[in-house]
């Protein structure tokens, strides 16, 4: 009877720290840039797979040299988020975790796409200073004349 019980202890504890490693993640984070590349892979579990053009200056050479994050994405609503910065070009904030290990049921990379959030260029209006307004007091009246 302590054989059983000891035994469905330790397989509770793998199945456990399984479901841990392919669920839960290493770390989360956010990079900003410009999808340059979206499709959609896999043999029997489809995910899509992505590149963000992070841009960049090396402050080495002194040249502009371009930067890419790879990612994966399976939530079909960040999907047609990721779709839309592809087709408009504009510039995005992803938001990601990053998965322990890559296993191939879950796309090509370790780095999974939680949310997009689109970067709006400033208006011109507001980098311009508002005018102050000037305060027009009513004549006063001369009783002399």
Not at 51 to 60: C, I, P
Not at 104 to 109: A, E, I, R, V, Y
């Amino acid at each position: 009877m302590k054989f059983k019980i000891t035994l469905f202890v330790i397989l509770l504890s793998l199945l456990g720290i399984g479901y841990y490693l392919t669920a839960g993640y290493y770390s989360k984070g956010e990079r900003a840039g410009t999808i340059s590349k979206l499709s959609e892979r896999g043999y029997v579990f489809k995910t899509y797979e992505g590149v963000l053009n992070e841009g960049g200056y090396s402050g080495e050479t002194g040249t502009l040299t371009p930067r890419y994050f790879d990612f994966s994405c399976k939530i079909d609503t960040t999907i047609v988020k990721l779709q839309m910065a592809l087709k408009t070009g504009e510039r995005v904030t992803l938001h990601y975790s990053e998965k322990f290990f890559q296993f191939p049921w879950n796309g090509d990379t370790k780095y999974f796409i939680n949310n997009v959030e689109f970067i709006t260029p400033p208006k011109d209006d507001l980098l311009k200073p508002e005018p102050t307004p000037v305060k027009i007091e009513p004549a006063k009246s001369d009783s002399t004349l």
